[in-house]
């Protein structure tokens, strides 16, 4: 078992780009999450999905765009890549209550 | 809007004492909490959890206290070690009344165990 895997581990991009963030879980979970994590400030839900072709808004999802076409992948899509969007984002699965999380992607947007 | 708080960014213990980190939450509607630990590079790892029907839960070194009527919870490590270091984030979801599993997490208290 992979659990969540996560790619790219690092990106660098310029302003007005886009880049699709990869995450794939071998747990068979309904649910899945995406979260960034800000220097000094705890996780923010960016969308979740409680299963395959459901997803919905969390906290901060401006700025991006996801996906669930499987009940493994969740890809999260940055649009016009901006400098608020540099972070480290963190994808997530769960079967309910208890959350497992990939290694992280950690995107400078400069 | 902050509903779950951890009011300490750090706190350093020496080793074999214990380590106290603290967490209060505003939503009454929580009804799972969750401690995540976390190494720098790595994603969070899950410590120990509690329902809103208990008020306590031990797993070895580690035990969380949860006083619902303060809003509040608190994870104890006995005896702290140096492995132990990294940052917790406290974390809560109101599973039973929205069943998304979606997580509200604290800043974050970050643990330094001194040898």
């Known amino acids: 078992n992979a659990g969540v895997t996560q790619t790219p581990k690092f990106r660098i991009l310029k302003i007005g780009q886009s880049m699709t963030l990869q995450c794939t879980q071998d747990m068979n979970h309904n649910y899945m999450y995406w979260y960034r994590q800000d220097p000094g400030m705890g996780l923010k839900l960016i969308y979740y999905?409680?299963?395959?072709?459901?997803?919905d808004k969390g906290e901060v999802p401006n700025g991006y765009n996801v996906s669930r076409s499987t009940t493994e992948d969740f890809p999260l899509r940055l649009e016009l890549a901006a400098p608020s969007q540099t972070s480290v984002y963190f994808c997530?699965?769960?079967?309910?209550?208890?959350?497992?999380f990939g290694p992280g992607t950690r995107l400078t947007v400069t | 809007d902050q509903q779950v708080k951890q009011n300490s960014p750090s706190l350093s213990v020496q080793e074999g004492r214990i380590s106290i980190l603290n967490c209060d939450y505003t939503n009454s509607m929580f009804d799972y909490f969750l401690w995540y630990k976390k190494y720098p590079a790595e994603g969070p790892t899950f410590l120990i959890s509690?329902?809103?029907?208990?008020d306590k839960n031990e797993d070895g070194r580690f035990t969380v206290f949860l006083n619902k009527s303060a809003k509040h919870l608190s994870l104890h490590i006995v005896p702290s070690q140096p492995g132990d270091s990294a940052v917790y984030f406290c974390a809560a979801s109101a599973w039973g009344s929205s069943n998304t599993g979606k997580l509200i997490f604290g800043q974050g208290t970050t643990l330094q165990v001194k040898p």
């Open positions: 997530a699965s769960s079967p309910g209550q208890l959350e497992y």
């Open positions: 999905s409680v299963g395959a072709g459901i997803t």
């Open positions: 509690i329902s809103s029907i208990k």
